[in-house]
């Protein structure tokens, strides 16, 4: 089931959509699977309809989900590549860098940061090319 | 899609010549529900009254499913604030009263609710938690099955569990009917995971309206050395300085291309609503007169 945070600033669709693709990608559910209904998620969340059915849409768009009318919603059985479950081999790789930032006394928080900063920086070299001109 | 309530030009002007609301210009979509925000005093309350039609428009017009309020009343459902119900009365009376006045009344759909949420049905309105009569008056208008509920303030006196109850009794009855609701609070932090829509109410009148998602996406935090602001030319909602930055809420146009020194960053609900609760726009004299 789904958990919001409502302080993170996250929009609550969004949230839902990214802990269905966390399960996913960490093989936690499989194809087949079936989500909550709208109406279980709406009863234990307390959260619009019209979110839920926002996330699961999208989920769907992006072909992660399939929903079969008056039956549910359930994990494709052929999920788009960029969300498979994650190689092994990253997460390990990541859980060693994670022990090496904290053996050289950085908090959870700092790390968390670190890694904000990387994606960042990624990111922003990618989009380099476009980012040409002042402000309009 | 067409529009559960529409508003053109709408105001009121209350005796003494307070201005309540002045050309209020708005639709809500069907099926969504919808935030009616704003501080004290900015109309919130004046305009669900003229939407119920209990209050007649000074200026403009307002209509429901295309028609006066006036002519609609089978399909408006209205809490008003703090839930008024007639005190010495007992549950099963206002329910029998709920059933006498209203063609389409659901007793079953009432009468299960009441007993769900165990709640008496000889027990006397008066001697009800806040909380439990705010599940009757809901209860009233759920019965009722409206396409459109009004609700003021509806959570402002719930505890966090009963005000949990009252959602998802109203989201139920959102997907099961398709009702829209609007739903008037000044708590901003709670909106976010209720409502899908936006109208944001300041001195009686409209200062943004929309789908929340959309609104975000068209709206930028910036952040930059104090004075950049000069230099922009955006639609600037909001400014504060200090410590040498300044952030501001500005409404983004694709053309508008990052500048040096400048951060971005989609607003969160929040910045969004506060940034234009409080925006820098002057307010005339004349307009508060």
Redesign the interface.
Known sequence: MFR?D?GS?V???RQLVEQVRREVMLGRMDPGDQLPT??EV??A???????VA?AYGELEHEGLVVRRQGVGTFIASAPPARSLAAPPALLNSLLRWVRRAKDAGMSAEQIRGLVAVALEEDLADEAAPR?????? | MTAVMRTDGLGHRYRGGVCGLRDCTLEVPPGRVVALVGPNGSGKTTLLNMAAGLLPPSTGTVEVDGMPPGERLDRIGYVAQDAPLWPRLRVADVLEIGRCLNPRFDTDLATGRIHQLGIQTGARINTLSGGERAQVALTLVLAKQPELMLLDEPLSNLDPLARRDFLTSMFAACSDTGASVLFSSHVVAELERICDYLIVLRAGRVRLAGDIDELRRIHRIVTGPTGWLASGGRAVINERSGGGRTIALVRSDPSNLTGPGLEEATPTFDELVLGYLEDDEPIAEEALA
């Open positions: 919001i409502g600033g929009p609550v669709y709208l109406k709406v009863e969340l307390a959260i619009n309809p019209n979110t926002k980012r040409t001109g002042g402000v309009a």
